[in-house]
């Protein structure tokens, strides 16, 4: 008997405090009513402070995990997060190629929260020209797409977009977090410019991991069906509201509550 569940495959790295990576993708994905498969691609020494030490995946076993996942599993949508090296990316990017008609979320993990460099310029490039024209949604915070779109500091985040769907993503949401306001502001841009824009009032305190549970959250709605605009619009408010309920485990950021509806 087949899963009744859509099953959704997540590339991304192991975060022990269970706030960002696979840990996230794995909570946000199931509490969706997905059933998640995942590929490790790095492993992490962290704390809710910020990320320590890094090491990734070989690449050969980045590709066995996930060829023998596809090789028996259907797969209804991709998340894509920390791959952990450029040589990973472009594995990735291979297998990826391989399944055009599945959906394929990216959300682009160039630092951790505190800033702390995850990814070097080759990686970037390696996005850019091969992960991103197999993008269905690009999920940067405003830094990212300007680092991704190798744009100036202040370079406006419409001319960013334009330049991101430029290199083959079908959509971009540009999240708000880092730019000034009251309100945080996410918008959706298709090739033709601004599909939607939505507002979330600004939670106070410091969060880790909302990016992971964003990206994690649009594929399974994408994979339960949803059209693009609308999986985007479920996907924020679910994300805002385990941001509402985020709690503080350790002595750095707080965690989304994935289970903010447990009862």
Known sequence: MSSPLPAVLAFSASDPTGGAGMQADLLTLASLGCHPLSVLTA?????????EALIAVETAWVTRQARLLLDDIPVAAFKLGLLGSARNAEAVAAILAEHPRTPMVLDPVLASGRGDALVDGESVRTFRSTLLPLTTVLTPNSLEARRLAQAAPDASLADCAKALTALGCKYVLVTGTHEPGAQVVNTLYGAGGVLREDRWPRLAGEYHGSGCTLASAIAAFLARGLAIEDAVQEAQAY???????????GRGQHLPDRHFDAG
């Open 239 to 249: 994300t805002w509201k385990t941001l509402n309920a985020g709690f503080q485990p």
């Open 43 to 51: 492993l992490t020494a962290q704390d809710t402070r910020g990320v």
